[in-house]
């Protein structure tokens, strides 16, 4: 028999046994018999119920999705060109630069936008809130319409910034 492992396998009664080389059947079962890292002789434990992990993971990850898909829609608003162009257009108008300041901007790094914009059914209708270097604050709010098919015209029907004592100030043409 060719040795070509550290275990050999000696045929005997139509079932293999093991041994190591040099060693003999009787003391191999002996060393490994008492040895309880290689043999433990009980019931393997029943399998846990993880009913209740699993319920735990999926509220976590419905929570994560949710929230993340939220701040990604609200960051697609506060990004999109009818937003960039509303602040742009306002910062620029002489009564706003009087009540508010120059430098108007969001009131925070991740403002909420509240409202839709849909390019493709033809609306805008948003409001957020602004700030200018006068510490003064305000609701810019948006509402505009596409007035014919695909490439048509857009008409912005509401176009102002809403102060706190209920003012507005109009920022159209």
């Known amino acids: 028999m060719s040795h070509t492992s550290a275990l050999s396998s000696t045929q005997g009664s139509g079932s293999a046994k093991f041994t190591a080389p040099g060693m003999a059947q009787h003391e191999w079962e002996a060393a490994h ?22 319920g735990i993971f999926l509220v976590f990850a419905v929570v994560t999705w949710g929230g993340g898909s939220i701040i990604a829609f609200n960051y697609q608003r506060m990004t999109s060109t009818p937003v960039t162009a509303a602040l742009f257009t306002a910062r620029h ?17 991740f403002p909420w936008i509240s409202g839709d914009i849909s390019h493709l059914k033809g609306f805008v209708d948003v409001s957020f809130d602004v700030v200018g270097d ?10 505009s319409r596409r007035t014919g098919k695909q490439n048509g015209e857009w008409t912005t029907t509401e176009f102002y910034i809403l102060m706190p004592d209920g003012r507005k100030i109009d920022c159209g043409e």
Not at 104 to 109: G, N, V
């Open 33 to 54: 018999s008492k040895n309880p890292a290689f043999a433990v002789e009980r019931d393997l434990p029943s399998p846990k119920n993880r009913r209740r992990e699993l």
């Open 134 to 143: 006068k510490s003064q604050p305000g609701r810019l709010v948006l509402k």
């Open 93 to 109: 108008k002489d009564e706003v630069r009087e009540v508010l300041g120059s430098q108007l901007a969001f009131t925070s790094a």
